[in-house]
């Protein structure tokens, strides 16, 4: 058995890819969402309430489709880092990451001795398609996508530096927790954020890395898409889910059906 590619991986510098936030925590919720086109879906670990357990189901429903999943972490530890991968997740996204010592930290729990630290599960590994792909230890790196997230003022002063990390695929930008902490909490269209957010941008790319960035509102993911970005998640299914439910029961009640969703989250 050969070593899955990682299409998603692949496809970081070539034409734009458009991902979904797959929120429910469900393998069959993510399946419905793989059946609709995206070219990857965001399994998060770290907003919804997501285990090793329910994060493997919903790598196993989603395995058939052309969506590529990629799974947020809580955060950057190895341990937890450890399981991810071994439970099969290829594109791994870590947030709040600030510095390229953290960055490099990240690198080294993604890759076997000499270069890192992650053990080895082998037969154990549904990564390894439990010891069907023999030359897994050797090549795995290959197919594995690290992605960074830069969503704090520390982490835009050293994106230079964390994007040219080597063993650095992509940094994801979070304009949410960006704007919050650049003083401007539900702000992100503010100048100080989009500054910000063109830094990330403009110095990911100069280091030769992809860069994406969560943006649900059209106006905005068009805009970092001339911008640079080749990977932006345009849509988060709870939130479709939620107003489109309300403007269903509008249709037949004639009442105020309340704000419109967040364009953070």
Sequence with gaps: MKLPENTFKRRLHAEPQYGCWASFGTGFSAEILATTGYDWLLIDGEHVPNTVPMVLAQLQAVAPYPSHPVVRAVNGDKDLIKQLLDIGVQ??????????????????????????????????????????IPDYLEKAHEELCLIVQVESRKGVENVAEIAAVEGVDAVFIGPADLSIGLGHPGNPGHPEVQESIRCVVDATRAAGKACGILAPVDTDAKRYLEWGCTFVAV???????????????????????????????
């Design 91 to 132: 594109t791994l996204m870590v947030p709040m990451v600030e510095s390229a010592e953290q960055a490099r930290e990240l690198v080294r729990a993604m890759r076997y001795p000499p270069h890192g630290v992650r053990g080895v599960g082998g037969g154990l590994a549904r990564a390894t398609r439990w010891d069907s």
């Design 235 to 265: 849509a988060i299914d709870i939130s479709l889910m939620r107003q489109a439910l309300k403007d269903t029961l509008s249709r037949y009640r004639d009442s105020d059906i309340g704000p419109k969703p967040s364009s953070l989250y």
